[in-house]
């Protein structure tokens, strides 16, 4: 066989890619490009920063952002923290942890909306939980829980959508550990807490960043939970640049680009941040 | 009398139904090695992981310089493990690996480093500190598990096969270290080898085991001299066991007469035979080459020499017995016999050398 | 000892197991029993406060529901942007997963990290500028605007199932029909498509999930006139919340999927056990 150069592989790797990178760049440079006023759909084109200059000097706009960054944090964060001690109980089979980890997993197989709906349905005036309140006796009428003002019924659901998914995420590696390894670490003196830290946090690290760079970058982009459970003063970013694209008659496309950069910013740097940040504590602490 | 450094009394364990420990009992005085022999899956790695604490036992206990170890934990054991697996910190490099133990027990930054320097040197790794176990040999490897097993110094050192993947020189090498180490700290060893000759040569103490039970254990000599039964002939270097009949007893001599293979035999024996047909061995290296004519040694049979292996110091030989049945013995010559293939040779076996097993044959 | 350990053992396993079912009826199986009932209300005896359970169960919001909304257009409009999609994208991932699962060239690791960067995208960022681009391209139909949105998100899904796949058609079993003269079909029958059939089911079940599920770019896309499952839902949790209605398509939206879902599982678990339990 000859060690020539073949262009087979890159060929068949053209109808799968191309459209992904063609799309991806497409989009990204749409919007990039409107944001900075090319490619208008009414009025002339060319170059200004007038759409970013309205935009970030809006206190509206400075709120989603701080919003949805926040909720970012907190899903992230409580997910991977509530699915890694989890994946950890069920790293060595034993009778029912097969279904106790597909009872986990379920979530993952309803739909971000339907979740939504069960939370809302299930906290509402009329809900369940009302229901139980007042019969045991711990509220005299039922209490309004819905779109609470701190958000507190959006971060539950994307923990209850998300805690799923790092858990998926979390459980190959956490098996993987070996436990001979765990043994050795005990042997060596290590208590439970020196092992996490010393050996299965170190050795997940990778997995650990990905569910959070992963749910960070999901919550931040957020738009059904928040305009079904969030609270009704606030808006999520993407809520906001979905108004402001459909408000703005005027320049609604080009300040909607200006926003859609700045998520796609927040979700780059700010899970970026999240992961290096975890990594650095790890490290301080580790050895 | 001060209590044993180490006691294990009726240790049982099973994983769900399967016994891989019955009733074992041993103990080992401060500063002795104790080899654990036996086949493959006979529970030998079980043991150890039950002294370490890894394993809880079904019923019996485990002490460690008198206290009893039931419920404590792998951490707070005075016990380090040398895993067969090696089980080594694939995100540590090797001087973290080494060091691993020694950062629990908060020894100072400076203090940490010369231990793992040392112990470094005495298995022959200070050039490979800095890298990560991924990237070393499975004898460095090895070696870096055993080193970091030593490095914390604790009163138990539990080897399990600790130079299985090294060469015959470097083996030499470690072995002696850890015997050094050893007389250096004081530890107790509790050594999990397949190599019988290594038992034999390091072991102040040898236990056979087999299916999870003890069969024998005592010191080198007397393991290898009064074996038990055919399995613990076998398993202890090389034996000739054939069955013979106990024909008679002379008390003012103290020999026992025997039928054997080799026809009759008279057998000098500390313990009397259990059984009228009875199993009895002896090893290659106490049969004498009689030369042609010589008739003054006892025990004498006259063989043909089936097949001859040159080892250096020692010549291999099988040699069958003649007539309807053949028997073929093993023997050890030292240096070089020109003895040839389809040769007739005459041996003699002192009395002695031959040994009663315990064990009847039908 | 022995009790010792067995109650420790009870302690270990059996607790948390109960802990677990006990949280799981809460946030999952009693907020759906929840929804069956709310979707079973008769319109005609509302269910109010200070009432427990609704006065009367019927299935008649249901057939309200199918007869009066527009859940009928907005079902077969989902299913078959679902069939479109879900074959579109598996016969584009094809060749790319091959290339991915069997072949080594310089350049494999990252171009399989660039497949991956829809997964970065905020949803809504891409179909808002995705809608821009149609617009601009002048794509009016709603349906071929969305199946190619769809198409292009869900790539990355089908391309790693399916060189998960390629990458388990073993060479040897190849070499060898090669080595006793089989054609080249020959060869693709005996020792690739049996490895590689449940592999591709998922992938196509899984996608075509997926496409049901999108909501972003069929919202902003197919907003208002093209509406799928989703976005009926949205619209009746939205402004105008109407639970009951909101209950019943939770229901439609939920159940075939999961049913779905747990063969696509099965697939896969007997391609091999490592794909779901792997690298995830
Ligand atoms: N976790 C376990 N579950 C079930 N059976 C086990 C387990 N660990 C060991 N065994 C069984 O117990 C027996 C003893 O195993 P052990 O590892 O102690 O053998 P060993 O003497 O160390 O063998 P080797 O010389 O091959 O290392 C074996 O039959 C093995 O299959
Ligand atoms: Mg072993």
Known sequence: MS??????????????????????????????????????????SGFSLRFWHTVLSEQQFWRAFWYSARIALFSSLLSVALAYPVALWLRRPFAGSDLVSALIKAPILVHGLVAAFLYVNFISFQGFLNAALVHLGLVARPIRMQNDPYAIGVVILQVWKNMPFAFLILTGPVRAIGDDILDAARDLGAGAFARLRRVILPLTLRSLQAALILIFIGAAGDYSFQSVAGPTSLNSLAQYMVRIQQDNAGHGWNEAAVIAVMLMGLSLFGSAALAALIQFLLRRTGR | MPPHALTIDEASLSFGRFQALKSVSFA???????????????????????????????????????????????????????????????????????????????????????RVGTVAEQVSLVAQLAKLP???????????ALARAMAVRPGIMLFDEPLSNLDAKLRDQVRMEIRALQRQHGFTAVYVTHDQSEALAMSDLVVVMRAGEIEQMGRPEDIYRQPKNRFVADFIGTANIMPVRVIGHDAASGLHHIESPLGRLTVRSEIAPVAKTIFACWRPEDAVLVAAGDETGPNRATLRVLSRTFLGSLCDLIVVTEGENPVSFRIQMHGFTPIAEGERITLSLKPEAIRFLGEAAE | MRRHRSAALLVQTRLPVVLALTVFTIVLALPFAMAVLWSLVDPSHPWAYPAVLPPVLSFRRWIEIWTTSALPQALANSYLLAATVSVSTLLLALPTAYAFGRLQFPGKATAQMLTLIPLAMPGFVGAIFFSALLVRFGVYSRFAGIALGHTVIFLPYAIRLLSLSFAMVRQDLIDAARDLGASPLTVFRTATLPVLKPGLLAALIIVFILSIEEFAISYIVGAPDFTTVPTILYSYLGYNFIRPNAAAISLILVVPNVLLMLIAERLLKSADPATITGKG
């Open chain 2, 134 to 144: 991924g990237q070393l040999s499975g004898g460095q490897q090895q070696r870096v």
């Open chain 2, 28 to 114: 080992a005085e401060q500063g002795q090695l104790v080899t654990l022999l036996g086949p493959s899956g006979c529970g030998k790695t079980t043991l150890l992981k039950a002294i370490a604490g890894f394993l809880a036992l079904d019923s019996g206990r485990i002490e460690i310089g008198g206290h009893d170890m039931t419920g404590i934990p792998p951490e707070r054991r005075d016990t380090a493990m040398c895993f067969q697996s090696y089980a080594l910190f694939p995100h540590l490099s090797v001087s973290d690996n080494i060091g691993f133990g020694l950062r629990q027990q908060r020894i100072g930054e400076a203090e940490i480093r010369s």
């Open chain 1, 3 to 44: 060690a020539s150069f073949s262009v087979r592989p890159y060929l068949l790797l053209l109808p799968g890619l191309l459209p992904i990178l063609a799309f991806m760049s497409l989009v990204i440079g749409m919007a990039l490009s409107q944001s900075v006023g090319y490619f208008n759909f009414s009025g002339d």
